[in-house]
Each structure stands twice: as structure tokens, then as C-alpha cells.
């Protein structure tokens, strides 16, 4: 067993936590919408087509917005074609994802469900194979009032009268990468995401903006497209969009749980990129991340865009995510809130079935995933304030990160309600740790502790089935105590954990 020592107090702080940093994705792809939010055959439909059971799931994981409708999609999506009475909706072919859209689900569906589940929408405009004028037209239609121009009365006529009042929009998706439909250089993609800014802005003052940034860090352009596209945008802009996806690469698991050390040095990277822009243009703004598409993903099992065949939807990356990789995504989640100072928004990708935290079986039963857990429980306790730790704990070697800490502890603290919380994952494979942390500055009782929960199992390819579908859930950690403003906690190897401390810090 291994020591960890915190040291933390509540007049160290990094920042407030933006409840959008718990947001999601959800892209026309696979079975993320049809089968997966919408099924209108499923013995749980409402009225609309949307499974109750996926969305009885999708309340309980806390999610706060949701990017939409893509991802590659939207690179070759006529927004258009998804309104307006369905019999009358063309079927298209989705250059993205080689498969048949039937436009059941558009603008006007998605955004009526996603504030039914209480969650807000982020839309992503088409800056491939479209432009200004259909990015402006698709504001209009979803944020001005009726009576105002042609677009918010076509939305009125097709039964919504009132504005969706979408509040954050993304200028185009991964358009760095070579295989995204209309890929540019970082000038053709600055210009237009500037051109398209500006007249957004002019429709919708209010709006705030996401320019593309790079598709992953280990795109030969990263850092240098984030320069160029903000030297066309910065004052124009709210967020740079990061992306990136995790799995063990040639069974190196060890980098792989460390995974969010690469997260880490992204957002440092892109946020001392844009600090440049800011210094070199006199800008006073400080931007922020949006790291609207993150998750485990094995693209090793994926065999490319190119060699799927053209089909009418159905399963695409269906990965069933484990123990490990549970770990991953909960310590993923605290490097976003290590770095709340900097980024605003983070989108899980995806929602439902597509890589998803939640999955589902046609005409049958829906259940959470590995991956569910961390996400549900940090989006309902890590609200607050972020607070710097000191943290001392032995070193990993791994072969993709060099040598990285151990364990990861973070702390949010809630100043209303005095809740603290303290995330922990022990990346050690074999060796359990023993958490001691110094709490004497939040004013805690012997009797503070409210509740350890873990993820973790003695088999750490464990996974959750429609036929086991709780295999792997949150269990009571024994052992915790707090004495004399000291918590001590025993942290099983590789491991995910949630302390809850009640405090007198209100």
C-alpha cells in the first residue's frame, strides 16, 4: 500500500464549475437517435417516439446540454430537410457515416425533447458544405420570434410559436481533419468562421460562439490551426472546441489510465495559444475551452468511414466499456474540473449506444454502462468551486506520458450548502493507497462523512449487459474516517472514488 497526502483549503481556489462541463453529444450516427432517444415503435414511446425509459436514464446521469446534430454529420447536413411535416421529408444520403437519413428527428424534435428532459441544446451549423447564409437562416429559425422574418414563421407554421432560444452554436465540426466532408485549411476555415460570426451576431447578439479547434492533439497542425483560426476570430469568438478520444494503444494499459495527462496538456496547450492571439491582436478577452467531444473510444475495432457500406442506419461503435475504462472516464471528468478556469463547456460523446454512457436494445431494455456512473455521480455532486490541491503521491512510469502521478485527487467545494467533494482515482494496477487528507481549515466534525462510493472490481474487464445490466455499480467504501480534521480513506487498486464531507464552510 501506497501513501497519498492532500493538502487543500477553501481560500485556494481554481474556479467556479460551469454546469455545462457535464454536458453530452448527440450526433445522427449509428444508433444514437433512431434506437437510441427515438424509437416510436418501443413499448416506452411517448407520443412523439421518444423512449421514456432512455430518458428517465438520461435524468438520473445529470446531463446539462447536449451538442447536436454532429459531429461529421452536420459537415453534409441540410437542416432544412428536418422540418416541416415528416411525410414530406426527403431521405438523404449521409456522406459522413455512408448511411440513408429519413430526417424524422430534426431541429424542431431535438430541441422539444432535450428541454423535456430538462437539458439545453448547443447546435453545430454546417461549415463544410454550407455557409452564412444557412447558418443564419438556421438562427432565425430556432431563435427569433414570430412575426420577426420568414424563417421564425416557417418554425411557427411547423407548430412551434415560440423561439427555441438556443444559447451556444458551434462554427463547423473538426473541419482540420482530412475526413471531414468540406476539410479546409486553417485561413479557408478562419475566414468563414469569421464571415459566419459576424452575421450570427448580427441576427442574435446574445449568442455565444464555438470556433473548431483541433480534432485531436496528434493532428500534425495542432496548435498552429488554433493560431491561424484565432487570428481570423478571436474577438469575434467565445471558445476554441478541443476533441479527443482514449484507449489502450497496443495493450499499453498503464498510459492508458493515464490518459488525462494528454487531457491536461491539450487545454494547457490551446489555452496558451490563444493567450498569444489575445496579447498579439491587444485583445482584453480571455477565451475558453469547449472540449465538446471526449470519451473512451476503441478506434482500433473501427474499421474507417470508408469501409462502411451504404446502409439504412443501425449499430455503428457499440464499444461495451469496463472497469478500466470507467476509471478513465472519471478521472477524465476531474482534469475538466482541475481546468474550470479555463474550459466552459465539455461534451461527452456519445449519449446513448454510439461509444455511449447509456445503451439500449431495439424494442427491449435500456441500461447504463460502466462509464454511466463516474459521469452521473460527478455531474450531481461536483457543483461549487474547484479547489487547488497539493497533492504527494509516488510516480508511474508509463511509455506515453513519462512518469505521472499515481492517484489524481480533485476537490469541489460548495459554499452554499458547505458540501465538499473529493474525487480520487488510484491508477495503480495491483497496489491498493491509503488517502489522507487535511481538513482542518473547513471546520469538519468526526461525524462529517456522508459517503464513499467507489467503481471498482477484483475483474477489471467487468462490464454491464442487458442481462447483467448491474454488474458494475457504485458501492460503499468501509473504513473511511474523520478524526481530529483528518480524513483517512483506502483507495482498492485501479479505482474511482466520490468522498462527500459535510463542512462548516457556508
Known amino acids: 500500500m501506497y501513501e497519498i497526502t492532500v493538502a487543500l483549503d477553501p481560500a485556494f481556489t481554481v474556479g467556479p464549475v460551469d454546469p455545462r462541463l457535464f454536458g453530452s453529444f448527440v450526433e445522427h450516427m449509428g444508433r444514437c437517435v433512431y434506437g437510441g432517444i427515438f424509437e416510436p415503435d418501443h413499448p416506452t414511446a411517448d407520443e412523439h417516439g421518444f423512449r421514456k425509459d432512455v430518458a428517465a436514464l438520461v435524468a438520473e446521469l445529470g446531463t446539462t446540454v447536449i451538442r447536436y446534430p454532429g459531429g461529421n454529420f452536420v459537415s453534409g447536413y441540410r437542416w432544412e430537410d428536418g422540418v416541416g411535416p415528416v411525410e414530406n ?52 429559425y430556432c431563435n427569433l420570434p414570430a412575426g420577426s422574418t420568414a424563417m421564425a414563421d416557417w418554425r411557427a407554421r411547423n407548430g412551434r410559436p415560440e423561439p427555441h432560444a438556443v444559447r451556444t452554436w458551434c462554427l463547423g465540426n473538426e473541419l482540420d481533419g482530412p475526413w471531414q466532408i468540406g476539410h479546409k485549411t486553417a485561413d479557408e476555415y478562419g475566414r468563414l468562421a469569421a464571415e459566419t460570426a459576424r452575421a450570427m451576431r448580427r441576427a442574435d447578439p446574445d449568442i455565444e460562439l464555438v470556433a473548431c479547434g483541433s480534432s485531436n492533439s496528434g493532428m500534425p497542425t495542432f496548435g498552429s490551426w488554433e493560431r491561424t483560426v484565432l487570428e481570423h476570430t478571436y474577438d469575434l469568438v467565445d471558445h ?122 431495439p424494442g427491449g431494455s435500456a441500461w447504463r454502462q460502466t462509464t454511466f456512473h463516474p459521469f452521473a455521480l460527478t455531474a450531481r455532486h461536483a457543483r461549487g468551486t474547484t479547489l487547488r490541491t497539493a497533492v504527494s503521491t509516488p510516480a508511474l512510469a508509463t511509455a506515453r506520458h513519462g512518469d505521472v502521478p499515481a492517484a489524481r485527487v480533485t476537490a469541489v467545494h460548495d459554499a452554499e450548502s458547505g458540501e465538499l467533494v473529493l474525487l ?60 481530529d480534521g483528518r480524513l483517512t480513506a483506502t483507495l482498492a487498486p485501479l479505482s474511482w472514488h466520490l468522498i462527500r464531507i459535510r463542512t462548516a464552510q457556508q
Not at 426527403?90 to 428532459?117: H, K, M, Q, Y
Not at 491582436?281 to 472540449?291: A, D, G, I, N
Not at 497496489?431 to 459517503?451: H, Q
Open 89 to 140: 421529408r426527403p431521405r438523404r444520403l449521409d456522406l459522413a457515416w455512408r448511411s440513408i437519413e429519413p430526417n424524422t428527428v430534426g431541429v424542431d424534435e431535438f430541441t422539444r425533447w432535450a428541454r423535456g428532459v430538462g437539458i439545453d441544446p448547443i447546435m453545430a451549423v454546417n461549415l463544410g458544405t454550407r455557409g452564412v447564409r444557412a447558418a443564419v437562416d438556421l438562427l432565425e
Open 240 to 361: 476554441i472546441s478541443l476533441h479527443a478520444y482514449y484507449e489502450p494503444i497496443d495493450g499499453d494499459v498503464d498510459s492508458f489510465l493515464a490518459s488525462s495527462e494528454n487531457m491536461r496538456s491539450m487545454i494547457d496547450a490551446v489555452t496558451a495559444t490563444a493567450d498569444h492571439v489575445a496579447a498579439t491582436t491587444r485583445s482584453r478577452k480571455r477565451l475558453t475551452v469547449s472540449f465538446d467531444e471526449w470519451n473512451v473510444w476503441y478506434q482500433n475495432r473501427f474499421p474507417g468511414e470508408d469501409g462502411l457500406e451504404v446502409r439504412d442506419g443501425g449499430p455503428l461503435i457499440e464499444d461495451t466499456f469496463d472497469v478500466a475504462d470507467a476509471v478513465v472516464v472519471g478521472d477524465l471528468l476531474m482534469a475538466l474540473l482541475d481546468k474550470c478556469d479555463r474550459v466552459a463547456i465539455a461534451c461527452q460523446a456519445q449519449l446513448v449506444n454510439v461509444i455511449g454512457l447509456i445503451r439500449t436494445e
Open 424 to 483: 480520487a482515482t488510484n491508477r495503480h494496477r495491483t497496489d491498493p493507497a491509503r488517502l489522507n487528507a487535511s481538513l482542518a481549515s473547513f471546520g469538519v466534525t468526526d461525524d462529517a462523512l456522508i459517503e464513499h462510493v467507489t467503481i471498482a472490481d477484483a475483474d477489471p474487464h467487468a462490464t454491464n449487459t442487458a442481462e447483467h445490466p448491474d454488474r458494475i455499480h457504485p458501492r460503499p467504501v468501509s473504513g473511511t474516517e474523520i478524526a
